[in-house]
T-cell receptor, first 117, second 112 residues
Framework: AQKVTQAQTEISVVEKEDVTLDCVYE???????LFWYKQPPSGELVFLIR??????QNEISGRYSWNFQKSTSSFNFTITASQVVDSAVYFC??????????????FGKGTLLTVNP | DTGVSQDPRHKITKRGQNVTFRCDPI?????LYWYRQTLGQGPEFLTY????????KSRLLSDRFSAERPKGSFSTLEIQRTEQGDSAMYLC??????????FGPGTRLTVT
């Protein structure tokens, strides 16, 4: 069975602060894929990044960065110099490569990030 | 490029009524997915289509739920004899490859 845990239910920061959203996953698949999605108040899930299990290189995109550590089964997301527009619910998701987990994304419960001006 | 669209965006219905939702995927995306999201939870997988074939159904999809994708284009999700527990956001996603799924705005169902 696959599982994604986002232990932080809510985080509140002041604009320009850095914030890290934690994600821990469980899977028996040797090949798998990790994702982050953003869900603003409008409700539509917006794809942010995919990381393959065989590629542990960290990635930076503007103010966003992702730290994938296979040894601790974690895929954390950091926003540098947060802005009010970053306020949203952020979901970490997992997709396997084997058997019945081949199609679906398994999501965590999400972390509500509020950036205050 | 037009994104995934869903119709209606909101639906209020009385318990026991049937409802149908429509999803139009991104053009040329042959893979289509339905998820359900309840308050404070992440989306949960319901079903998957590759072209017109329904290849996987979650056990969350009870006998009252049925999904179709005729001709491999748009898809419909029907809920018969709605119950209050069906109240949720129903999300549709599509993909061209095995990897990223692109989501629509969702249909929010309220069963009174």
């Amino acid at each position: 069975a696959q599982k994604v845990t986002q232990a932080q239910t809510e985080i509140s920061v002041v604009e320009k602060e850095d914030v890290t959203l934690d994600c821990v996953y469980e899977t028996r698949d040797t090949t798998y894929y990790l994702f982050w999605y953003k869900q603003p108040p409008s409700g539509e899930l917006v794809f942010l990044i995919r990381r393959n299990s065989f590629d542990e290189q960290n990635e930076i995109s503007g103010r966003y960065s992702w730290n994938f550590q296979k040894s601790t089964s974690s895929f954390n997301f950091t926003i540098t110099a947060s802005q009010v527009v970053d306020s949203a619910v952020y979901f970490c998701a997992l997709k396997g490569r084997g058997g019945g987990s081949n199609y679906k994304l398994t999501f965590g419960k999400g972390t509500l990030l509020t950036v205050n001006p | 490029d037009t994104g995934v669209s869903q119709d209606p965006r909101h639906k209020i219905t009385k318990r026991g009524q049937n409802v149908t939702f429509r999803c139009d995927p991104i053009s040329e995306h042959n893979r289509l997915y339905w998820y359900r999201q309840t308050l404070g939870q992440g989306p949960e997988f319901l079903t998957y289509f590759q072209n017109e074939a329904q290849l996987e159904k979650s056990r969350l999809l009870s006998d009252r739920f049925s999904a179709e994708r005729p001709k491999g284009s748009f898809s419909t999700l029907e809920i018969q004899r709605t119950e209050q527990g069906d109240s949720a956001m129903y999300l549709c996603a599509s993909s061209e490859t095995f990897y990223e799924q692109y989501f629509g705005p969702g249909t929010r169902l309220t069963v009174t």
